[in-house]
């Protein structure tokens, strides 16, 4: 694998409860539980279709499962590169944010990774 080949997978694990997996060489980030990942599927696939007609993004999403826990996904697109970063705030108003994932590579590379995560889709979907 290519150290800098981005994968993005959602499992269906059991209860019909999905897990998304971030995922760059040796790094990765995994949420348990995600809650609306229909709606991160679409939202990934505009962010793609964005990125190729070639205009800057930068765009948030917020992330979150069933026990309440939210992560900030953000998205870059400037000068042919693409970076995402996903953030993690502990509870509580003092902590600091933790960046568990990054990653940068070029739009194809985004887009292939957004497709391959559509044409891998659990069955449940």
Do not use: H
């Not at 269906?12 to 060489?25: A, D, F, I, P, Q």
């Not at 939210?70 to 996903?86: M, S």
């Not at 705030?89 to 568990?100: A, D, I, N, S, T």
Request: proline share 2%; glycine share 6%; hydrophobic share 45%.
């Amino acid at each position: 694998m290519r150290k800098y080949l981005l994968l993005l997978d959602l499992y269906l694990m059991k209860n019909r409860e999905v897990s998304l997996v971030l995922k760059s060489g040796y790094t990765s980030a995994r949420i348990e539980r995600f809650c609306n990942a229909l709606q991160f599927v679409g939202r990934m696939k505009q962010l793609s279709k964005a990125i190729d007609t070639g205009a800057n993004q930068d765009c948030a999403y917020e992330l979150r499962n069933f026990k309440g826990l939210e992560w900030i996904l953000a998205c870059r697109f400037a000068k042919g590169v693409v970076a995402l970063e996903l953030w993690f705030e502990q509870l509580g108003f003092c902590e600091k944010l933790e960046m568990p994932f990054d990653w940068k590579g070029s739009a194809q590379e985004f887009r292939d990774a957004v497709d391959r995560m559509i044409r891998r889709l659990p069955k449940f979907f």
